[in-house]
């Protein structure tokens, strides 16, 4: 009997724990699954949109970098050079990326500079922080938040982390009762109960490594910090030989650095080069080794600036376990490794993510209809749905548009405003529930 009662109580703790995170994450795991499916594609949407900037035709002889760089550098004095991505086409282009000097914090500026190979023509510029590519992942890395957006993420990962395990651990029995794809349409709840376990369990794998990995990659930072970690791909000169002024000023050689790279790092797809500005004279070219499974641009070979002496060669195939159980988080999250198909799988797996969330908390609104018919505040599932649609379709749009017309600033500053604003009135209209439920609560009748 005890055996029995302890097994019912623990199935209730877990039907709990599942409820009250579905129910205060539902919505942003939802939010991150939909606005993720959509940030996989970043890169093909931008090319898509601005193919001019992308594709050049093929002629039989490029320009030298460095002429290339001291050009764009020679017209941007406001500006100054942070890296160089190379094409790894024939018919792509150069995208020189520069930081401004100075500019106002709710307007910051970084800078790109698309150039023809061939014939150092400026393709087009434009800030990277007003792009459509960028929208897509800030608001899907940290909601334009721009102080704890990134850790408000990696918690959702914890939640869908808990939610997936918990959902598993109650819906696991239901399946012996009933087959797989056996969907009961005697209404609403039903349907979407059995949809919901069903789906659940068939994107299990999936769901466990999105939530482990995002929780990491959300809280990355303050996990490196508390427990020490480094990226394992850091150069640190003991002592840097350079003072930032003198280091912006000195020439780097990037063509010797690009034809260096190929004799002693010949595995690599050398696809950013970027010259030091802090003192350390040095150059890093980054890039990816065929084959690899690890998150983009972080194979690394570090020169010295002066004399391209070699001072670090990464290939994360080299290193330990630990090392590239680093590496492989971002690259699992986001299916950068295999190609067009697999991010449309991903994509695809990311909306059942999403449906996984919505149909949970139809189920929960449809359990507790007949209680919240009796509130005054009672509203339809149907508009219910609508109104929270409709809200997240707003606030994408709006946070894109002003995006797009501003950068990251004025949208992260209304978010900011908008969010801690309804925190502090949620907190602050619970409060007063809680104070007026004490201060006029009924003696209790003899």
Known sequence: MSQKKSRSTKKNLLWRIHSWVGLYAGV?????????????????????????????????????????????????????????YIPTEATGTYNLRLMAKSAPRIFPVFWEVFVNPYTGEILGERNYYKTFNYYLR??????????????IVGLAGLALLISTITGFLIYGRFMKKQSLGEIRSKNLRMRQADL??????????????????????????????????????????????????EDLAMTADFDQALKKSSSIFPKLIPKTIRPSRDGARTIEIVGDVPGQVYERLSNKLVLDKRNLNTLLKYNI??????????????????????????????????????????????????????????????????????????????????????????????????VIILFYGLLTFLLLKALFLWLRSRLFKKPLQT
């Open 196 to 245: 919901h376990k069903f789906i659940g369990v068939l994107a299990l794998a999936f769901n466990l490594m999105i939530a482990v990995t995002g929780t990491w990659l959300g809280l990355q930072n303050q996990l490196q910090k508390t427990f020490s970690i480094e990226r394992p791909n850091i150069y640190k000169r003991a002592e840097k030989p350079l003072t930032p002024k």
């Open 138 to 151: 800030n608001i899907h890395v940290r909601f334009y938040e721009a102080f704890w957006g990134r850790q």
């Open 28 to 84: 942003v795991i939802a939010f991150l699954s939909l606005t993720g499916a959509a940030a996989l594609f970043r890169m093909e949407i931008d090319e898509a949109l601005n193919p001019s900037l992308y594709v050049v035709e093929k002629e039989s002889t490029k320009m030298a970098l460095n002429d290339i760089a001291a050009a764009v550098t020679k017209a941007h004095p406001d500006k100054e050079l942070f890296e160089v």
């Open 317 to 414: 195939s080299e290193d330990n376990f630990g090392g590239k159980l680093f590496y492989v988080q971002e690259s699992f999250h986001f299916g950068d490794f295999g190609g067009i198909w697999l991010k449309i799988l991903y994509a695809f797996l990311a909306v059942t993510s999403g449906f996984l969330a919505l149909s949970g908390f139809i189920i929960y609104l449809k359990r507790t209809e007949k209680k919240r018919t009796e509130k005054p505040s009672f509203i339809e599932l149907r508009p219910l749905l609508y109104r929270w649609v409709f809200g997240i379709i707003t606030f994408c749009t709006v946070v894109g548009i002003m995006s797009v017309i501003w950068g990251i600033g004025v949208p992260s500053l209304m």
